[in-house]
């Protein structure tokens, strides 16, 4: 099978975010809280170094998201029905974000902290 043209390839990759943010609630959620975040970024002029953590931050749990819900579709396809090992597979993705998501929480405290307390 022949691959498609690079900018095909981009179409495809974006229409996959978008299909995200209108039928994934947690995306359109965290989606939310990485606008905030841009928000805070110009509110608080963050420095660069500053600034591009919170964006990686927020891009992980982003990315997480999409990984975790790719997994529950494709689970979704080989075993429609209840299955305890698949919920076990999706309950390790879901884990996934969560883990990322505290992560970036702890990023914004360590970098907020210091432009509304400092």
């Given at each position: 099978?022949?691959?498609?043209?690079?900018?095909?390839?981009?179409?495809?990759?974006?229409?996959?975010?978008?299909?995200?943010?209108?039928?994934?609630?947690?995306?359109?959620?965290?989606?939310?809280?990485?606008?905030?975040?841009?928000?805070?970024?110009?509110?608080?002029?963050?420095?660069?170094?500053?600034?591009a953590?919170?964006?990686?931050?927020?891009?992980?749990?982003?990315?997480?998201?999409?990984?975790?819900?790719?997994?529950?579709?494709?689970?979704?396809?080989?075993?429609?029905?209840?299955?305890?090992?698949?919920?076990?597979?999706?309950?390790?993705?879901?884990g996934?974000?969560?883990?990322?998501?505290?992560?970036?929480?702890?990023?914004?405290?360590?970098?907020?902290?210091?432009?509304?307390?400092g």
């Open positions: 099978m022949q691959k498609p043209p690079i900018h095909k390839s981009f179409l495809h990759a974006f229409r996959g975010v978008l299909m995200m943010i209108k039928t994934e609630r947690n995306f359109q959620i965290e989606l939310l809280f990485f606008f905030i975040n841009l928000f805070f970024i110009f509110y608080f002029r963050l420095n660069n170094t500053d600034a953590l919170v964006i990686i931050a927020s891009f992980a749990v982003l990315s997480a998201e999409i990984f975790n819900s790719a997994i529950e579709k494709i689970c979704d396809i080989i075993q429609p029905n209840f299955d305890k090992r698949i919920g076990f597979i999706k309950d390790i993705a879901a996934a974000v969560v883990l990322t998501a505290i992560a970036a929480v702890i990023v914004g405290v360590l970098v907020y902290w210091k432009y509304i307390f």
